[in-house]
């Protein structure tokens, strides 16, 4: 039985070649498809000798072949290419705005992780019962909710019409932002002991990460309820309470523990819809992310920007797998190499 | 019943599933004393209610089983009517159950000597360590080495799963214990260590056992009594020695002949026909009519009684003891 | 070969399940229910929208702005234009597209999952991983990275859509096809001498068929969500004065949350949110139905 080090190492060696596949595909999708970006962007209104520099300029006019070469070389070297619309580095524009979807992204996934965990153990509990029935709906509903809808009435709610919380952003206008360490005004601010940009930060996160927790949270209370039912029926589970296990002790050491380790893997493959919704909640608030910035890039047709981030979120969906991987791996003694 | 300590008496006793097709009988009328250091098999083929009554004696029936009639008593107390924090206190450490499959029986994410502290401090008030020396004596007294203690389910044999398991059933000293096919599915060698175990715990700590099981020659190598049991009811129960000289019921007769036998002269193998009866829609009458052999018009109309018909060997038939197979 | 199957299969199972939703008893049933009223409720709307529709919703009928008021009981927007008209207008193109989109993927993913499930081999492993890999990939992202590239036109977009559910029917199809492989009646049918086709049309495909149509309900609502979401990002197939709930509810909810004219981005979101509850209330509830999680003894 292999060590859990060998375990990571050998994931970590199989991501390589995954990684080469999705960044080709995004070449091919990108590149290879019939239709001319550039004419595509500009909805065919460009006259053709500009057209024909900013095919110079970006390198579309190069065989097939040296244009693959140079985007994953270029890739490696971290060069993400320069915008069109700003003229700065990609990989800046990038990094610079990253830790704002970071923050929304961890404090929806909170909520929705908690919301989703409770309610589906409840759920699955107590089977067949009216409260089942109601989590169940809830769930549902859940994420059929159009994100910026849903937002769009909160913000009415919350934001105009008792107009007690902002409506977009991340702070109030007349605070800076706290001194970077992690990129998370929330706890920066704590870090940094400022006090007001602190209130701000969470005054301005909640309605954001409430509705993207929500949304989420549909999905995991579904998951997590079939996990739990299916782990509820186990054997083991009876047998313990055939040894007198009390009920509450079953319900959270057993029966949940083993139904992470398949809510967990579930988690890594949603991960794509996080993100996808993690995008909709920004251009709802205005909150100054990445989904924002694809939104804005796709506006000014910023082509290089919009094939940036579409790289970047494959990368983070490349790295979630391989951590999900890594933390089924870490819990489950039985997964080893 | 002779007058030893009985420990557990089972009286009336019936068990319903509610199903989507409809209410499923699964134990009927059961009558059963257990006594003290006694072992009495339960044998039937499966359907025959023989787990489920082992479940409801300790209450752990699935949400769609309950007990619809009768009396369990456990030294003078009723189970039936206990609340879930009593029974609680009964489960593991007065009445306690090894299930059928060893391979399922643990959770497989935590170590072994965990599950089995884990069973004593829910009953005990005392500190982990000692726990944890009771949890490797046990092991010892099971011939198993205490360093397994630290290893997960998964890293363990079939029989020594098994012996886990009984470990944890007895770790805490009960006076009974329900014994749901421990030996099915382990090879025959283990399947001989575990009996080898049941008989020395019961020698040696006084502990009865119900085992249940759907092989004959298991429950004659084990027990003290024999009961049979058939669509939810006992048939038939006596000491072992008596049923296997006289069956009386004509279920118990077909089951022994039903019994591959190794002779030079090639048998065809007998089996009872017929198949186990819906247990939604019972047959009228005497259960087992549509298969007997010897069944008349009373058998048809009437359910007959489990009666004492000779000394201590109780049948539930109206025509018991005359050659049905 | 295929067709027939599907019909006798729907003949017999049909008409037992429409006799149980019409009175639901378990949850599921209800789910069923539901969902399937809310789905006709809105196909009946959309395609009826020229008799029910008051007014014509690309033409102005009253003042700017207007809230709910007896001659428009969902209000007026900017232009003057009837929201109750606009939204019964407003499904035609999220359901055309959430429709044709899901067609599409079905017409594509479930022939692939089933060759590729009952023959598997090399051609199987390249299937599927590829299919995993536009799977794993965020839906709304590979929308938007097609919709952009190829320039957003309602074909444009209902392709974009329809790459992304390919992978799930493929994935469905063939999980069952190769649970179906190995079940005894296959083998019987094989060594009774049948070609490999009519074993396929015969005995898998009906099996398959039940997931399939989950599989379709709620590939339709995601279609109808993500097709939202591309027109919330600009990257719709609409253009004005079409009316379309997506495309409305983008175009009016900032003055709605600043000036409080709630009814222009409440009334197309919640259409949004109907449409789709329908779907997925009637997926998942026959979800629950057919492959039920707890299977009594």
């Known amino acids: 039985m292999g060590s859990i080090r060998r375990y990571i190492v050998v994931r970590l060696l199989t991501a390589i070649p995954m990684l080469f596949i999705l960044l080709t595909t ?17 909805g065919g209104k460009i006259p053709e000798e500009y057209a024909e520099r900013l095919r110079h300029q970006l390198g579309l006019d190069q065989p097939i072949h040296i244009q693959y070469i140079n985007y994953l070389w270029q890739l490696f070297r971290g060069d993400f290419g320069t915008s069109t619309y700003t003229k700065r580095p990609i990989a800046r524009e990038i990094l610079e705005r990253f830790p704002a979807t970071l923050e929304l992204t961890i404090y929806g996934l909170i909520i929705a992780l908690l919301i989703g965990i409770i309610f589906g153990s409840i759920s699955a509990h107590k089977r067949g019962s009216k409260i089942d029935r109601v989590i169940r709906t809830y769930s549902i509903v859940a994420y059929s909710l159009f994100i910026p809808w849903f937002g769009a009435m909160l913000q009415y709610f919350f934001g105009v019409y008792l107009h007690v919380l902002p409506v977009g952003n991340r702070l109030d206008a007349t605070i800076s932002p706290p001194p970077t360490v992690t990129g998370l005004y929330t706890i920066d601010s704590l870090l940094a002991g400022d006090f007001y940009a602190f209130s701000s930060a969470i005054r301005h996160i909640i309605l954001p990460s409430f509705v993207l927790g929500i949304v989420l949270s549909g999905i995991f209370v579904r998951i997590t309820r079939e996990n739990m039912i299916v782990v509820l029926k186990k054997d083991f589970i009876n047998f313990a309470r055939a040894r007198g296990i009390r009920e509450n002790r079953i319900l959270w050491s057993h029966a949940l523990k083993n139904s992470m380790i398949p809510i967990i893997t579930i988690f890594g493959l949603q991960f794509a819809l996080q993100l996808a919704g993690a995008i909709l909640t920004e251009t709802t608030f205005s909150w100054p992310g990445l989904g924002t910035y694809l939104k804005l890039r796709i506006e000014y047709r910023d082509y290089p920007a919009v094939q940036g981030v579409i790289v970047v979120y494959a990368l983070l969906v490349i790295l979630v797998s391989l951590i999900v991987d890594i933390i089924y ?9 | 019943m002779m007058s030893r300590d009985v420990i557990l008496d089972i009286r009336n006793l019936s068990v319903i599933y509610d199903t989507i097709k409809g209410e499923l009988r699964a134990v009927e009328d059961v009558d059963l004393k257990i006594g003290k250091r006694e072992i009495v098999s339960i044998v039937g083929e499966s359907g025959s209610g023989k787990s489920t009554l082992g ?9 769609n089983g309950r007990i619809v009639k009768g009396e369990i008593l456990f030294n003078g107390i009723d189970l039936t009517k206990l609340d879930e924090e009593k029974l609680r206190e009964i489960r593991g450490k007065r009445i306690s159950m090894v299930f059928q499959d060893p391979m399922t029986s643990l959770d497989p994410l935590m170590k072994v000597g965990d599950q089995l502290v884990e069973t004593v401090l829910e009953h005990e008030e005392i500190e982990k360590e000692i726990a944890w020396d ?11 080495d205490p360093e397994r203690l630290h290893d997960y389910p998964h890293q363990l044999s079939g029989g020594m799963r098994q012996r886990i398991v009984i470990a944890l059933s007895i770790i805490l000293n009960p006076e009974l214990v329900i014994a749901d096919e421990p030996t099915t599915g382990l090879d025959v060698i283990v399947q001989y260590q575990i009996l080898e175990l049941i008989r020395k715990l019961r020698d040696d700590k006084g502990i009865s056992f119900i085992f249940i099981t759907h092989d004959l020659g298991l429950a004659y190598d084990i027990s003290d009594r024999i009961a049979v049991m058939y669509a939810g009811q006992i048939v038939e129960i006596a000491k072992k020695d008596k049923l296997f000289e006289k069956p009386l019921h004509p279920y118990t007769q077909g089951l022994f002949k039903s019994i591959p036998e ?22 009228s009458g005497c259960y087992f009519h549509p298969r007997c052999p010897i069944a008349n018009e ?10 004492e018909v000779e000394e201590d060997h109780f049948v539930r038939c109206f025509s018991p003891g005359k050659e049905a197979f | 070969m295929f067709a027939m199957s599907l019909s006798s299969y729907l003949r017999e199972n049909l008409i037992d399940l429409i006799k149980r939703i019409r009175r639901p008893k378990t949850e599921e049933e209800w789910f069923i229910a539901i969902g399937g009223s809310l789905i006709l409720f809105i196909i009946l709307m959309t ?3 020229s008799f029910i529709s008051p007014y014509d919703p690309t033409i102005p009928s009253g003042g700017s702005y207007q809230p709910p008021s007896w001659e428009h009981p969902m209000g007026t927007d900017k232009y003057g234009r009837d929201m109750l008209s606009r939204i019964i207008w407003g499904g035609r193109i999220p359901l055309a597209i959430g429709l044709v989109a899901t067609i599409f993927s079905f017409a594509v993913g479930v022939p692939l999952g089933l060759i590729s499930g009952y023959i598997g081999g090399a051609l199987d492993r390249i299937l599927s991983l590829v299919m995993d890999s536009i799977y794993s990939f965020p839906g709304l992202i590979l929308a938007i990275a097609l919709a952009a590239l190829l320039g957003p036109s309602i074909m444009n977009v209902t392709l974009a859509i329809a790459v992304i559910y390919v992978p799930t029917f493929f994935r469905v199809v063939r999980g069952q096809v190769l649970s179906i492989k190995e079940e005894l009646y296959v083998t019987a049918a094989i060594a009774i001498g049948a070609n490999k086709w009519t074993v396929m049309g015969k005995y898998v495909f009906p099996n398959t068929i039940p997931n399939i149509v989950i599989v379709f309900s709620l590939s339709i609502a995601d279609a109808i969500l993500t097709e939202a979401g591309l027109s919330f990002l600009g990257l719709g197939p609409v253009i004005p004065p079409t009316p379309d709930w ?8 900032g003055v709605a949350v600043s000036q409080g004219y709630w009814w222009l981005a409440f009334w197309p979101g919640f259409f949004i949110m109907l449409a789709v509850l329908g779907f997925s209330m009637f997926g998942e509830g026959l979800n629950e139905k057919l492959n039920p999680l707890l299977r009594e003894k």
């Open chain 1, 26 to 42: 995004i070449f091919i999708v990108l590149r290879l498809l019939p239709g001319d970006p550039i004419s595509a962007m500009y």
């Open chain 1, 329 to 337: 791996a870490m819990i489950d003694p039985r997964i080893r190499y």
């Open chain 2, 55 to 63: 479940y409801a004696i300790l209450r752990i029936l699935p949400p």
């Open chain 2, 134 to 144: 009771r949890a490797a004596k046990v092991l010892e007294s099971l011939g198993i």
């Open chain 2, 262 to 283: 190794v002779s030079p002269t090639k048998k065809e193998l007998k089996s009872i026909p017929g198949f186990p009866p819906d247990l939604i829609n019972p047959p």
């Open chain 2, 298 to 307: 009373e058998c048809k109309r009437n359910r007959p009684d489990l009666i």
């Open chain 3, 47 to 49: 395609i009826f929208a």
């Open chain 3, 246 to 253: 997506a495309y409305d509810l983008q175009k009016w909810y």
